[in-house]
């Protein structure tokens, strides 16, 4: 951010030379130190370096990364000063000889192990397709002329490790070969500098304006000419028909339907008997009915601390441990939305997620219990650490999805789901908790403020952990599904309090206006977003939208934005949950043209410049993004929420049966209904440097415009 200054902007890490990715057994070695020293809040690295105060979070590229022929293994800190990149390197190597000096501990060990047998169990296609994960996973191997089958298959190797560690202190010798012996290792430092992007670009502009200068006159008749033939290709209609396609009689008509499995004697537990490799997963909703609309800005960070800040029971070191050992995870996350069956109404709730293999069902309940009935925010030296952490990953991730924030803002004048979307996931959660965070820079003002943030989060529990406050489901064998069901049962049975269940958004005052503005932080590139309103899924217009999104993006904004505007990225996007459709655009050097560009966009729809192919190839794609094979534990996930919800079946199956029948002059008439509007009833967000922003609005204002209304980040 500008505000901030750049003094406690360095990171320092050591990264050492590591092993050659083809031999298997060591790479399973530095996997299991990874997820031992760094793997989670009570791995003596990561705790060490966290608790040191010296930075916020481990620095960036932090872990054992086996990409490349010669492996490299990484740590170090974030939001240090320049003076403490020795401490940090001091540090490290201290903490890796006293833990070789006095052994990992047996439990650290058998969490590691039990992490790596986790995730070779779990099948899911987050954040890629389970095939694509496999592909990824043996790719490194494949270009290093490695085994790819050992990179998957690696129980050998497990065997291997097991007897090594049983036989005396292996981990530790290989700790001393391959990061204190090991001289073949540098310690890197990051320093800040604001004005890196904009010196980056000055001196290529500065290049390229030498390289004018040698040039000849035929030189640069040549490259006008060479940019006029671009041009004419850019334009040019391509030709679809040289690649395969489907036709829209292959596309079967119907959806997936996921039910609830008919089960006897539950109590509390909506159950789906799922063949999911041995694991149960739990999801539990849980209404916020009782928060005060005061509160509601620091419901994320509730859930960051309320799993990752002890309980009345267990510090946090040890619930992490007992959380790596026994589960896939367990958190807590913030929804938001607008109902289906009641449109006037917007739904907001936590939801309690947890995952163990079947043999470990018991112990994840006993935290899921601890969790919602000891909770515990008095660490406050924890929860230091967690929101400066917190603070870190949203001001890192600000330039990189910096979209996705754009968007995020220009749509939150949609609905009062949208508005509190932006609130928990956008601009307005960044500069909440850097408020929060500005308060404990002061050591005058640090034990006020964190015994106030204490009470905040403890009177938000209190308020959503009572009894009838949760709606459970658990996926899995039948046996697991019993057993969570009795567990969770007694779980709600000891609460005190009695719920009214409900999920309906608490009132929120001061909707905000249609944004117009721009937002100004350290970047050299733009991220150009606008939206409107339009229809919801329900609406037989929706499906004609859900096409003019794609053919926007393929025809259109892609060619206009990143072919000729040079963007990284251009696209459309139409949210049929919350009814509204939205142009961006990332890493874009262009804002004046970009708004240029989505308004020349509308047009185009307008007229129907696009072929029956065009519009074949658009449907194709949106039944590819509703067909998209899920694993059944997500599956069944996805269908709970929808039951919450009131998406119906119904509803997406007419949602589909309208998108297969849809010809041209339906898409040109729905987008003359939606597109056809002012720019003053668009929502407007731009996040930019501040000197863009600021010629940005000398243009617009020279046509004649309203100029963006700029803040700083």
Wanted: proline share 5%; with cysteine.
């Amino acid at each position: 951010s500008d505000a901030e200054p750049p003094d406690k902007k360095y990171q320092a890490c050591v990264a050492w030379l590591t092993c050659d990715v083809k031999n298997d057994f060591e790479v399973l070695v530095l996997t299991v130190l990874e997820q031992i020293l760094l793997g989670n809040a009570a791995s003596p690295l990561r705790k060490a370096l966290i608790d040191s105060g010296l930075g916020t979070a481990l620095s960036d590229a932090s872990g054992f990364d086996p990409d490349n022929r010669d492996t490299m293994f990484v740590t170090g800190l974030k939001d240090i000063t320049k003076d403490a990149a020795g401490q940090v390197e001091s540090l490290i190597f201290s903490t890796l000889e006293k833990l070789v000096e006095e052994k990992i501990p047996r439990e650290l060990i058998d969490s590691a192990i039990h992490q790596i047998e986790f995730y070779r169990k779990e099948i899911t296609n987050t954040p890629h397709p389970f095939g694509i994960k496999l592909v990824l996973a043996i790719t490194p191997a494949l270009i290093h002329d490695a085994d790819p089958v050992a990179c998957i298959n690696i129980d050998h190797d497990l065997a291997k490790l097991q007897q090594a560690i049983s036989s005396g202190p292996f981990l530790e010798t290989k700790i001393k070969e391959y990061f204190l012996d090991n001289p073949h290792r540098v310690m890197f430092t990051l320093y800040p500098d604001q004005a890196l992007e904009g010196k980056e670009l000055n001196r290529v502009k500065a290049e390229l304006e030498a390289i004018r200068s040698t040039l000849s006159e035929a030189d640069l008749e040549k490259l006008t000419a060479d940019a006029k033939e671009l041009a004419a290709i850019q334009e040019a209609e391509e030709d679809p028909s040289v690649l395969p396609t489907l036709a829209i009689s292959d596309i079967p008509p119907e959806v997936q339907v996921i039910q609830p499995t008919p089960m006897d004697n539950l109590k509390q537990i909506t159950p789906y008997e799922k063949p999911t490799s041995g694991i149960l997963y739990f999801t539990c909703p849980s209404g916020l009915q009782g928060v005060s609309q005061a509160m509601l800005p620091l419901i994320p960070f509730f859930c960051k601390a309320f799993t990752n800040a002890g309980t009345q029971n267990r510090s946090y070191e040890e619930v992490a441990k007992l959380m790596d050992l026994y589960t896939g995870g367990i958190l807590i996350s913030p929804f938001s939305g607008s109902f289906y069956r009641n449109a006037d109404h917007a739904h907001a709730f936590l939801s309690i997620q947890g995952k163990a293999l079947d043999r470990n069902a018991d112990p994840m309940f006993d935290l899921i219990k601890e969790f919602i009935k000891h909770y515990s925010f008095k660490d406050h030296e924890r929860l230091k650490q967690l929101l400066f952490q917190y603070k870190a990953s949203l001001e890192s991730s600000i330039v990189a999805s910096g979209h996705i924030y754009a968007i995020t803002m220009a749509s939150r004048h949609i609905s009062p789901a949208t508005h509190i979307n932006e609130l928990w996931h956008g601009i307005s959660q960044y500069r909440f908790i850097r408020k929060l965070t500005e308060a404990m820079e002061d050591p005058q003002s640090l034990a006020q403020a964190l015994t106030s943030l204490s009470e905040d989060l403890s009177r938000i529990s209190e308020s959503v952990c009572i009894r009838d406050n949760f709606k459970a489901a658990a996926i899995g064998s039948a046996d697991s599904i019993k057993k969570a069901d009795r567990h969770f049962n007694t779980i709600n049975d000891d609460l005190a309090g009695i719920g009214s269940l409900t999920f309906t958004l608490p009132a929120l005052d001061d909707r905000p206006g249609i944004s117009h503005d721009g937002w100004h932080t350290n970047t050299a590139v733009s991220f150009v977003a606008q939206a409107f309103k339009t229809v919801r899924m329900p609406h037989p217009d929706a499906p004609a939208l859900a096409i003019i999104s794609k053919l926007l993006r393929s025809l259109y904004l892609h060619r206009e934005i990143r072919e000729k505007g040079g963007a990284y990225g251009g696209f459309a996007s139409y949210n049929y949950d919350e009814g509204f459709f939205s142009f961006g655009s990332y890493r874009d050097p262009h804002i004046t043209r970009t708004l240029d560009v989505y308004r020349n966009a509308c047009v185009y729809v307008m007229d129907g410049s696009y072929t029956d192919n065009d519009i074949k190839e658009a449907i194709l794609q949106v039944c590819s993004d509703i067909d998209k094979p899920e694993t059944p534990g997500p599956a069944s996930i996805k269908a709970f929420y929808r039951s919450i919800t009131g998406l119906t079946d119904q509803m997406r199956l007419d949602f589909k049966s309208r998108l297969l029948t849809l010809d041209k002059q339906q898409i040109v008439e729905t987008a003359r209904t939606y597109f056809d509007i002012e720019d003053s009833m668009k929502g407007t967000a731009v996040i930019s440097g501040k000197e863009s922003l600021e010629q940005a609005n000398r243009q617009i204002e020279e046509k004649g415009q309203a100029p963006l209304s700029l803040h700083s980040i």
